[in-house]
Each structure stands twice: as structure tokens, then as C-alpha cells.
């Protein structure tokens, strides 16, 4: 069946490093993909998202680009700011019942 | 707007116990879902209901029942309770369900879930 595989964390930065999270995954045809951020004792929020191949979603610094060929969706962002300390899933919609299939997580700890 | 609204945030039970944890929306959205997030585990799909007076069953079911009160509220019940479904709980909701690419889910801050 469907399934989103991402690295495992935690990763600990130091403020204004570079940040990639992997995330690839198993699907029939080209499924929507997203990905969503937990901070600390809060819900989900979705971050960005990509439908198609070749598109690039961003939001606040944070950018993926949905890569059909490497079937992969990984997570970027430039320079990472303390308050990027969250927990970061990658998703798709898919299934028998067309719903969001979650990765495991990935827990980001920025340092000053 | 509340968004998606949650009780309650936190809940201790003993093995056997029931109890009814209340999601409500205040965006008029067709599809509402229930999850569990476990250490490591991610988030898994205990049930949804695509539309007012349809509920289905998600990834794991089991243990647990849903009602779809109406549009806006989508409870689900622990009949009786055991230590596996010590969980944090949320509920999400969304415009549409199914592989639509506007299917963005909105979620709900949690309830945290001890069973003795």
C-alpha cells in the first residue's frame, strides 16, 4: 500500500544552518504531498504542499519540490531560526480511501 | 473562528473505563477525522466521516466507535478503555475528503490520553 518513509530524527542545528529533511514514498500514480509541522504541545498545521510533479511548495523559508523520478518530497530551508524547533511530517493523500498517509515525524531542536 | 476545537486536553483513565472525547469545527467543513499519535508511530487514521451521516473505518479501528453528531461535531468513544489506546488523540477536518489535491486538513490542539 501507500507509505511516506523520513529520516529519523532527531536532528539538532545550530541557528542559521542549513536544514534538509528527507522524505520519499511508495504510491500508484502521483498523489498530492505535504508536508506538516507539530510545535510543542499543539496540533498540526499544515506548511506546504505540492500536487503535481515538478511543483515546488514554499512557506516561511521552508520549500520541497515534489520529484516524481526520485519519488521523494524532501524538506528545505536555508537558514533555521530557534523557533523552527518542531516536530515535521511529510504526507501524501492516498490509499483505498484517498486519505493523508503520514511519515513517522522528524523532531527539529535549533540551537542559538 | 475557533477552527477545530478539542475536550477535553487532558484525561486520565483506569483499564475498563469509558469515556467520549468531543471534536467540534466551526468551518463548515464536510469531512472530519480522528487520529492517534504514538512515539514514533506518526499520526494513524482511526476513523473519519466524509460527509454529515457517513463514518468509516481507518487504519486502527479497533477498540474504538465514532459518531457524527452533525456538521460541525464528530465524537469518538472508548467503551472500554485499555492501556494500548494510552495516546494523544486529535481531531482534523477538512472541505472534501479523498484525493483531491484541496484536501488540507485542519487540526485540532489534542487531548492526551492515560489509561491505568
Known amino acids: 500500500g501507500d507509505s511516506v518513509t523520513q529520516m529519523e530524527g532527531p536532528v539538532t542545528l545550530s541557528e542559521e544552518a542549513f536544514l534538509t529533511i528527507n522524505c520519499t514514498y511508495t504510491a500508484t500514480g502521483y498523489p498530492s504531498l505535504f508536508w506538516y509541522v507539530q510545535y510543542p504541545g499543539e496540533g498540526l498545521q499544515l506548511l506546504l504542499k505540492a500536487t503535481k510533479a515538478d511543483d515546488k511548495g514554499s512557506n516561511k523559508g521552508f520549500e520541497a519540490t515534489y520529484r516524481k523520478e526520485t519519488t521523494s518530497f524532501h524538506l528545505e530551508k536555508g537558514s533555521v531560526q530557534v523557533s523552527d524547533s518542531a516536530v515535521y511530517f511529510c504526507a501524501l493523500i492516498g490509499g483505498s480511501q484517498g486519505n493523508l498517509i503520514f511519515g513517522k515525524g522528524t523532531k527539529l531542536s535549533v540551537k542559538p | 473562528n475557533a477552527g477545530v476545537t478539542q475536550t477535553p486536553k487532558f484525561q486520565v483513565l483506569k483499564t475498563g473505563q469509558s469515556m467520549t472525547l468531543q471534536c467540534a469545527q466551526d468551518m463548515n467543513h464536510n469531512s472530519m477525522y480522528w487520529y492517534r499519535q504514538d512515539p514514533g508511530m506518526g499520526l494513524r487514521l482511526i476513523y473519519y466521516s466524509a460527509s454529515e451521516g457517513t463514518t468509516d473505518k481507518g487504519e486502527v479501528p479497533n477498540g474504538y466507535n465514532v459518531s457524527r453528531l452533525n456538521k460541525r461535531e464528530f465524537s469518538l468513544r472508548l467503551e472500554s478503555a485499555a492501556p494500548s489506546q494510552t495516546s494523544v488523540y486529535f481531531c482534523?477536518?477538512?472541505?472534501?475528503?479523498?484525493?483531491?489535491?484541496?484536501?488540507?486538513?485542519?487540526f485540532g490542539p489534542g487531548t492526551r490520553l492515560t489509561v491505568l
Open positions: 482534523a477536518s477538512s472541505v472534501i475528503s479523498g484525493g483531491s489535491s484541496y484536501n488540507e486538513q485542519f
